[in-house]
């Protein structure tokens, strides 16, 4: 089997995957179950039970009996993994600059479900506030700035059925946790075109977030400031806003 990196996976049936995976995308037409199996050497039967698999996943497309390509869930996939990439690349040097003014963390989140997840982030000791949630932490949309912008951009039904799923549990006792109180805080959102987080998610933090957008006008991140809730200050918005238009440009955005 080959190995692309001369690490060998601690789990059998993954080694054995991610070689059938190789054999298929060095190859730009379907492949055969028999040229597969003689690749990888795999049993045929073990190939055919790894594949049907992965075609369930659509991780494999089999277009005809007996032969399989690379599936369309990849290109999905890759595609997601691209667009966070470039997010974070076109952000990172803005990111730094709005950091130097106001010597506060300053952070780049994107959606994932009912949550936010933070992928990049500036801040120095001297913020005088101690950073919680690391590069790949999480937290819950409706209590975050970030997590507000995202909310924002789906419909009424979208946003009732997220505080069905989630029921809007609080962690502090300024969390928005009524559908009502989430409605409105919304509306707002919408309205000014950026979002707050008011000791939401913790206590003593405060939060303002602008959206970034990519070539389609789609929203595919959040940059947000975060401070002690003293510390915090409003004519941080405008500079704010416009790191977040100057990364959304470099990305292709129009608006």
């Known amino acids: 089997m080959r190995k692309s990196d001369g690490h060998t996976p601690t789990i059998q049936v993954l080694e054995r995957m991610f070689a059938l995976l190789d054999v298929l995308a060095a190859?730009?037409?379907?492949?055969?179950?028999?040229?597969i199996s003689a690749q990888t050497g795999l049993h045929p039967?073990?190939?055919?039970?790894?594949?049907n698999d992965l075609a369930t996943g659509r991780f494999v497309d089999r277009?005809?009996?007996?032969s399989y390509r690379l599936g369309m869930r990849l290109l999905e996939l890759g595609n997601l993994v691209k667009a966070r990439l470039d997010v974070r690349d076109a952000a990172l040097g803005p990111m730094r600059e709005l950091h130097k003014l106001t010597h506060q963390p300053v952070n780049l989140s994107v959606r994932q479900g009912d949550?936010?997840?933070y992928i990049e982030r500036t801040y120095s000791e001297r913020s005088g506030m101690q950073v919680v949630?690391?590069?790949?932490?999480?937290?819950?949309?409706h209590l975050t700035s970030v997590g507000k912008l995202f909310l924002a951009q789906d419909d009424a039904q979208r946003v009732r059925a997220y505080a069905t799923r989630t029921g809007l549990a609080g962690h502090t006792r300024n969390s928005i946790?009524?559908?009502?109180?989430?409605?409105?805080?919304?509306?707002?959102?919408?309205?000014?075109?950026?979002?707050?987080?008011?000791?939401?998610?913790e206590l003593g933090v405060r939060c303002m977030a602008a959206g970034i957008r990519d070539d389609q006008g789609k929203l595919v991140a959040g940059l947000s400031i975060s401070a002690p809730a003293d510390r915090l200050e409003d004519t941080w918005l405008e500079r704010l806003q416009?790191?977040?238009?100057?990364?959304?440009?470099?990305?292709?955005?129009?608006?």
Do not use: C, M, W
């Open 133 to 141: 949630r690391a590069v790949g932490g999480r937290a819950p949309l």
């Open 115 to 117: 949550e936010i997840v």
């Open 27 to 35: 190859h730009q037409d379907p492949v055969s179950l028999k040229e």
């Open 177 to 201: 946790t009524d559908l009502g109180t989430l409605e409105r805080e919304l509306a707002r959102v919408r309205q000014f075109g950026y979002a707050r987080d008011n000791e939401e998610l």
């Open 242 to 255: 416009s790191t977040a238009a100057q990364i959304s440009a470099a990305l292709g955005y129009r608006g």
């Open 45 to 51: 039967s073990t190939a055919h039970r790894i594949l």
């Open 63 to 66: 277009p005809e009996a007996g």
